[in-house]
Structure formats: C-alpha cells, structure tokens
C-alpha cells in the first residue's frame, strides 16, 4: 500500500510530501470487579500523507498544506483521486513560504525492556499490577480498562527520510469504590512504558487510600492563603507551563516572549531552581525529525525552543519537533518533612493549567492539611495560583514518581497558595 502511496504521489505530480504508514495491534482487556469480562484485539493499518504546494498570492510566496487519511482496500486510482483533491485544497491554506524539515540520516534501536512485548503480554502484565494491589480492606477496584498496543511506524518524506521504530505501550482506566461510610466511586487512568509499568502497583494503593479517605471526608478547608503540595500528574500538568511556552507554536504568533537565555523561572529565585530534560513520545516527530532527549532549562535559564518545522522555521530556530515530555531531577527534601504546615490535594476534579496567564486550579475532591494538631481530611473548595508567583520558591521532594510523560519528583511544595473554601480559620 505505502508503494502504491508514492507512485500516486508521483502519478500526480505532489512534489513535497510527508507519508505515514501505521500499524497497530491493540489488546484490550475489559474488567468488572476482577473477572474478564471481554477480552478483545485489533489490528489496524492506516495511512496519513500531508501534501505541501507552493505558490504565489497576491505576490507573496506561500506553501499551503493539507493532509488525507488512507486505508487498505483503495484502488490506486482512489488513492490519487484522494491525493490530487487534497493537493487542490492546500492551495487555501495560505501560509508563509518556509523549508521542510531536513532529511533524517539517523537510525533508531528500540529500548531495552520493550523488546519482545506484545500487546497481550503488556495489557497481561498491568492487569497482574492492578490487581494484585487491590487488597485495601474497604475500598476496592469495581472496574478496570487495560489497553496494550505495539505500533509500527514508517515516515517517508520527499525531502529523503526514510525512517521505521516500533513503539510499545499500555494504559488504561480505572474505578475505585468505597461504599462505607458513604458510596464513593472515584475514575483513575495510566499510561506507562513497558518499563514502568510496576509503577502502576503504588498507584492503585494510593487511589484505594484516596477513595477511602474521600468516603470520610466532610469538610472543605477554611478559606485562605497556603503553602500547597501538588504531587503526580498534577505535578506534570504544572510544569507543562514550560514545555508549552517555549514551543514555536507560541512564540512565532506572540503568545509567548521567551527565546534561548531567558529566565523563565523568574529573576528571584529562592527555593531550587529548574533544570529540565525533555524526552519524546516516539524517536521520531511526524515530520520524520529525529527527537533525542534535549536540554529544556538548565538552573532557571531557557536552552530550547521546539515545535513544528513551520514555526520553527518562522522564528529562525531548528525544527524539533514537539516535546511533552518532562524529566527532572529530584530535591533534597523528603515528603514527610514537606508536608508540615501544608495543604495536599491529592485529589482534583480537574487539575488545570493555562500556559497563556500561567493561572492554575482545580476542585478539590480530596485534600489533607497537616497541621500540629494532626492530619485534616477535607473536600471541597478549589486552589487558585499563578505560577509566576510561586515558580521561585519550589521546594521538590527527593521521593521520585514516573510515568509515561513524566519523571522527576514525587511532590513540590508551593509557598502561598490561595484556597477557596468554607468559612474558618486557614491555620487552624
């Protein structure tokens, strides 16, 4: 099919080209209680080309683009009947001239731990995790979703690029239910590496002592200022400020002021200060760009600039591709002492941050306030920050947590948080 691909390219006279060829195979375990209720596998192969077209507007040069989804089945004369149409449509998207991507010379050798894993061992294996953590007396897992995939990818490009990887994963869904004293059900995900997966056993504790603990919970904290404790994905989706900030994506239409040498954690910086590596989801970008782990931010200062090679190109910065993915290192402090004093939401509804203000928040579903008097479980109410008033004071605790976005520490402790909640005493 990818050869038939190219041929109508040719056929049809598309100069500049991305191609992409998927297959994957997906093993899907649905789970009530701890019974197998459905077990499930697919295999998929699709096709993704982005056509590029160079021409002239109103005496501007420009290169529009347009991308078409292919299947197995197609005639050839369907496949450039698809390819000449969105070839005709990329004449409406009107963006400033720029080069494509370089080709890609590199070649890429699959991590060991993912080597040999198939779908169904990876979907296998986390169930064994999950379950085999389930065993709080009171709360417990009422359903499970398991989802193992092995996805073989080739991109080929006009430019030269010929590259294929494998990428291996599993993730899922989970509901954690505690009925005593109250019924509380309680939605988790995960998303790990094969390498990571026995990670998934502490999280599934935590959950259970969550949903436990939330079944207890009455109170919401009294309204005030806090040092808050954000730890986990919550933690991730604060730092994800940086990774979006600095992406061309924000920076070529304004958004975004920061370039190499910024300070981007502020020039005040009392608590640690960052150093920040960024690792991709796949060894190669969409547009068949080699993505090593990069150098983000080294002690507070801005190395990197990333994105699509249209922005990129736009900004005069080397197209990256797109990085999400945050490792950094971990603080000195442990999470016992972190936590004295603070309030930890270990729970949210939805636990946001917006790049653009650097506001961040989300509702409590469950909290703990540490205080001298001894540990305050609460619910309700919601933290409200802004990370350029909090990002020079971060403590960072020497506990570590990964996943497959995300490896760094456990926890973070953020000085002067403000909390909406009931009426009451903060300190109390």
Known sequence: MLKMILAALRATEIEEYIAIEEKVHTAELYFVRRDLDMPRSRDITGYRVKVYRDFVYEGERMKGESEVKLFPGLTALEVQAQLARAYEAALYVRNKYFELASPSN?????????NGDTAEELALRAAGVLFGADNDPVSFINSAEIFGSVVDVRIVTSTGTDVKYTKRKVKGEYVVQCREPRDVEQYFD????????????TAVSEALTTVRDRAMADTPPADGIYDVILSGKHLKTLLSYYTDRSNASMIYPGYSDWAPGTPVQG??????KLSVTVFPDSPFSDEGIFMPERKLITEGVLELLHGYTRQCRYIGAEPTGTYRNIRLDCGDTGFDNMKQGCLYPVSFSDFQTDSLSGFFGGEIRLAYLFTENGVKILTGGSVNGNISEVQGSMTFSKERYSDSSYEGPMAVRLKNVRVAGGSGDASA
């Open 267 to 272: 020039e005040d910086i009392s608590g640690e």
């Open 190 to 201: 995960f998303d790990y590496a094969p390498g990571n997966i026995d990670g998934l056993g």
């Open 106 to 114: 590199e070649t890429y050798a699959e991590p060991a731990g993912g």
